[in-house]
């Protein structure tokens, strides 16, 4: 864990307007890089969940420490078939190491129980994950289902992959 920097007022100002300027979707793919390298975890937080995030920004969040940020960043439709990857083999890598441990979440497939069902993952993907077990009920579930209501709602507001 990171110690905390205190702030002055003017270093928080510039923060909530880079806040602001990750959450935007018109933010330019340059600006949103720069944004996933920032030194505020709101800031990359913002810019893992933004839609217009390129691929290779996202991947670069991928492989960030915060948990919660690398949720967001398999919850983001933009991930394509590289960022997933990464994730699904950094999981796998965890999972070995927590060999005899309790492990959570989908029986131990965290990333690869929505990875399975992830609009950027390729049909190799998807194989593989079903082939370890990732999904229990291949064709219809509740993964899936949760992908195609975010996709609806996220293409009702106009975004297009």
Same mark, same amino acid.
């Given at each position: 864990?990171?110690?905390?920097?205190?702030r002055?007022?003017?270093?928080?100002?510039?923060?909530?307007?880079?806040?602001?300027?990750a959450?935007?979707r018109? *933010? /330019?793919? %340059?600006?949103?890089?720069? !944004?996933a390298s =920032? @030194?505020?975890?709101?800031? #990359?937080?913002?810019t893992?969940? &933004?839609?217009a *995030? /390129?691929? %290779?920004a996202l991947?670069? !969040?991928?492989q =960030? @420490?915060?948990?919660?940020? #690398?949720?967001?960043?398999?919850? &983001?439709?933009?991930?394509?078939e590289?960022?997933?990857?990464?994730?699904?083999?950094? @999981?796998?890598?965890?999972? #070995?190491?927590?060999r005899?441990?309790?492990?959570?979440?989908?029986?131990?497939?965290?990333v690869?129980?929505?990875?399975v069902?992830?609009?950027?993952a390729?049909?190799?993907l998807?194989?593989?994950?079903?082939?370890?077990?990732?999904?229990?009920?291949?064709?219809?579930?509740?993964?899936?289902?949760?992908?195609?209501?975010?996709?609806?709602?996220v293409?009702a507001?106009?975004?297009?992959p």
């Amino acid at each position: 864990m990171t110690p905390r920097k205190i702030r002055t007022p003017a270093e928080r100002m510039l923060g909530y307007a880079r806040v602001k300027e990750a959450r935007d979707r018109r *933010t /330019p793919a %340059d600006r949103l890089r720069e !944004l996933a390298s =920032d @030194e505020i975890t709101p800031v #990359r937080l913002y810019t893992a969940m &933004n839609f217009a *995030t /390129p691929p %290779d920004a996202l991947l670069r !969040l991928s492989q =960030d @420490e915060d948990s919660y940020l #690398r949720w967001c960043v398999v919850l &983001n439709p933009s991930a394509d078939e590289a960022v997933l990857r990464s994730m699904v083999d950094r @999981e796998r890598a965890e999972a #070995r190491s927590m060999r005899g441990r309790a492990t959570y979440f989908l029986g131990g497939f965290y990333v690869r129980g929505h990875a399975v069902h992830h609009p950027g993952a390729s049909g190799a993907l998807r194989a593989e994950l079903f082939a370890e077990g990732a999904c229990g009920c291949p064709g219809k579930c509740d993964n899936w289902e949760m992908w195609q209501g975010r996709m609806a709602r996220v293409r009702a507001e106009g975004w297009r992959p």
